[in-house]
C-alpha cells in the first residue's frame, strides 16, 4: 500500500521561504504524478503544484506561479514544494497525494498524506 509523508512546514514571517518534502513508498509501480494541494481554514482543497514523475512536467496553481517550485530528487521518491514570498494567504494545511495522472482532479490520486501546517503571520 502507497504510504504518503510530508514534512517541512512552520511558521514564518510574510515574505518568508519554507521547503516542503514529501515521500511516498511501498508502491510497486512508481506513481506518474504527486502534487501538493492545501486546505486553509473554512476553505475547500484546492491543487497548488504537480509534477508529472517520469519528465519533471510540473503544473501550479495561478495563486502561486513564480513564488512556488516543486521539484523531484534524483530517485524521485521525494518531492519537495519550495515556497517563496509567502503572504499570509498562503496558510493552510498542506497535503501531499500521490497518482497517475496530474492536475488539481482530486480523484486523480490514490494516496494521501497527513499533511503538515504552514503559517504565514507577522
Known amino acids: 500500500q502507497v504510504q504518503v509523508l510530508e514534512s517541512g512546514g512552520g511558521s514564518v514571517q510574510p515574505g518568508g521561504s519554507l521547503r516542503l518534502s514529501c515521500v511516498a513508498s511501498?508502491?510497486?509501480?512508481?506513481?506518474?504524478?504527486m502534487a501538493w494541494f492545501r486546505q486553509a481554514p473554512g476553505k475547500e482543497r484546492e491543487g497548488v503544484a504537480s509534477?508529472?514523475?517520469?519528465?519533471?512536467?510540473?503544473l501550479y496553481a495561478n495563486s502561486v506561479k513564480g513564488r512556488f517550485t516543486i521539484s523531484q530528487d534524483g530517485d524521485s521518491r521525494t518531492v519537495y514544494l519550495q515556497m517563496n514570498n509567502l503572504q499570509p494567504d498562503d496558510t493552510a494545511l498542506y497535503t501531499c497525494?500521490?497518482?497517475?495522472?496530474?492536475?488539481?482532479?482530486?480523484?486523480?490520486?490514490?494516496?494521501w498524506g497527513l499533511g503538515t501546517q504552514v503559517t504565514v503571520s507577522s
Open positions: 497525494a500521490a497518482g497517475h495522472y496530474c492536475g488539481f482532479h482530486e480523484g486523480n490520486y490514490f494516496a
Open positions: 511501498g508502491y510497486t509501480t512508481r506513481p506518474k504524478c
Open positions: 509534477i508529472y514523475t517520469p519528465n519533471s512536467n510540473t
